[in-house]
């Protein structure tokens, strides 16, 4: 039961490179999200999406870029790395319906030097 | 606006004693409230949630939550704290008005069981 799987786990890019940080999940959820986490500073929310084919910007969007062609995947692009986008990256998914819980992958921790 | 603070950065306990970890949200309409835990390295994991009905909510892992709505408030309890409960505990609150279903979380407490 893979729940939410995101790739690369870790990554250290260069000021400037570009990347696309994976997320994938199998549940069949239509509500899918990204966070960023910083130390001390909790979840803040980049993008989220409430189907294939629909996406809108959350606290922080600026410098990221999102996609839902499928159900399944929800890909974070990022273009112009840049230091202050050295963070820990979650994925997560739910159900519709303001009752229903978030279902985490294990993040990406990324590093841009 | 929607927001959620947890006052305490760390939380110390000695192992079989009690443990509350604090929690205050602030939101528009009706409160949807949940608790997450962290362990080094993973995601977050779903512990137990607030919709409506009785204010003492049961989870997982022993964990309870108790919603006060005077107080605004859905502290985490234990009755009996084990070494293996030490971790980064995150509250969360869903204003019922916001149609996208975002979480707004707070800024984390991490919880230290020594043996």
């Known amino acids: 039961n893979a729940g939410v799987t995101q790739t690369p786990k870790f990554r250290i890019l260069k000021i400037g490179q570009s990347m696309t940080l994976q997320c994938t999940q199998d549940?069949?959820?239509?509500?899918m999200y990204w966070y960023r986490q910083d130390p001390g500073m909790g979840l803040k929310l980049i993008y989220y999406?409430?189907?294939?084919?629909?996406?809108d910007k959350g606290e922080v969007p600026n410098g990221y870029n999102v996609s839902r062609s499928t159900t399944e995947d929800f890909p974070l692009r990022l273009e112009l790395a840049a230091p202050s986008q050295t963070s820990v990256y979650f994925c997560?998914?739910?159900?519709?319906?303001?009752?229903?819980?978030?279902?985490f992958g294990d993040g990406t921790r990324l590093s841009i030097l | 606006a929607q927001s959620v603070a947890q006052p305490e950065d760390q939380v110390n306990v000695a192992e079989g004693n009690p443990l509350t970890v604090k929690c205050t949200y602030s939101?528009?309409?009706?409160?949807?409230l949940f608790w997450y835990v962290q362990y080094p390295n993973r995601g977050l994991q779903f512990l137990l949630k607030?919709?409506?009905?009785?204010?003492l909510v049961k989870g997982s892992y022993g964990f309870e939550a108790e919603f006060n709505k005077s107080q605004t408030s859905f502290h985490l309890k234990k009755p009996s704290a084990l070494v293996s409960d030490s971790a980064l505990y995150f509250c969360?609150?869903?204003?019922?008005?916001?149609?996208?279903?975002?979480?707004?979380f707070g800024s984390g407490t991490r919880l230290l069981v020594r043996p």
């Open positions: 997560a998914s739910s159900r519709q319906g303001a009752n229903q819980p978030q279902h």
């Open positions: 549940m069949n959820h239509n509500y």
């Open positions: 999406s409430v189907g294939a084919g629909i996406t």
């Open positions: 939101v528009s309409g009706n409160p949807y």
């Open positions: 607030y919709i409506t009905g009785d204010n």
């Open positions: 969360a609150v869903r204003d019922d008005e916001d149609s996208s279903y975002k979480l707004i």
